[in-house]
């Protein structure tokens, strides 16, 4: 796999998703119905990617949609699903009930561990909440270690290398720095740890707006940067949209139906592509849910 670093990094969503092979590992930024990679996803689904080893934290329709379109092999996350509003997640829970995917549970602590230990050239850090657990029984690339100064057992975690980290930010200059709001903090050890970043942002800006508001993810660590507004519908991007109800109840219940149903929505939201999605979705709702955020906002002032 090999990546463009020059001055520009500007791509299209199709060279973008081309810099993710198929058995990849890769890395998915945000978490639960936050700053998901949505439009990533759906370009990855678009070019038939198949046996991706997905990691994260906690995910819901970036997952399950990478299932649904027959993407994934491996996913290792602490939680798929869509929380109190809507809860399990359909294509993954009936994937992993069949053994069509391989489902590996992990945790949070653990992966961010993982992930230092990459960023520091270490073969392994130690943790401790593991022991005993399902999920240490779950994973023979974990083992027990001896602290050399108090004796005490814990549990060795190797490092977590992804091929490429999916990131997807407010906005981001042409050169791939990247500002998040209150970015997830597996968010930036993803990018450090990863081989590259691949990322979309709502808006490409000049680098000295991008400075104003704080650079999260430095250029050097970027691949490519793709300009994809409401990208990460339908999840939310604070501060420009929050996240679309409607919308995920209309992926929900197609993903439960699967066949024709699933097929429809993969017809009407994926495959026709990205200008397609966001005019089926139709821009007055994506403005409303914008104006949304600020309406909520008002609550809290």
Not at 28 to 52: E, F, T
Not at 111 to 131: D, S, Y
Not at 193 to 208: F, N
């Amino acid at each position: 796999m090999s990546f463009h670093l020059g001055p520009d990094k500007r791509a299209t969503l199709d060279e973008a998703a081309g810099l993710v092979g198929d058995g990849a590992m890769v890395a998915l930024g945000g978490g639960l119905c936050a700053r998901l990679p949505m439009a990533l996803v759906r370009a990855l689904v678009r070019a038939g990617r198949r046996d991706l080893h997905l990691v994260g934290s906690a995910h819901s329709i970036d997952v399950d949609l990478l299932v649904a379109g027959g993407a994934v092999k491996v996913c290792e996350e602490s939680y798929v699903g869509f929380e109190q509003d809507f809860g399990p997640a359909p294509a993954f829970r009936r994937a992993a009930q069949t053994g069509t995917i391989e489902a590996r549970e992990s945790c949070c602590v653990t992966i961010l561990t993982q992930l230092r230990a990459a960023e520091a050239g270490l073969p392994f850090l130690p943790v401790r909440g593991l022991k005993g657990t399902g999920i240490e029984r779950a994973h023979g690339e974990y083992a027990r270690v001896r602290c050399p100064f108090t004796g005490e057992e814990l549990v060795a975690v190797p490092p977590l290398r992804p091929d490429v980290a999916l990131l997807h930010a407010p906005l981001g200059d042409a050169a791939g720095n990247l500002h998040l709001d209150q970015p997830y903090v597996l968010d930036e050890r993803f990018a450090h740890a990863s081989a590259a970043v691949v990322a979309t942002v709502d808006r490409l800006v000049p680098t000295a707006e991008v400075v104003a508001a704080g650079v999260t993810v430095p250029a050097h660590v970027v691949a490519a940067v793709v300009e994809a507004p409401f990208g990460a519908h339908p999840a939310s991007c604070y501060p420009g949209y929050a996240y679309d109800r409607r919308h995920l109840a209309t992926y929900l219940a197609a993903a439960t139906a699967g066949g024709a149903e699933l097929d429809a929505y993969l017809g009407r939201h994926v495959h026709a592509g990205e200008d397609a999605h966001r005019r089926a979705v139709g821009p007055e709702r994506l403005t409303r849910w914008s104006d949304s955020v600020d309406a909520w906002q008002e609550l809290f002032r």
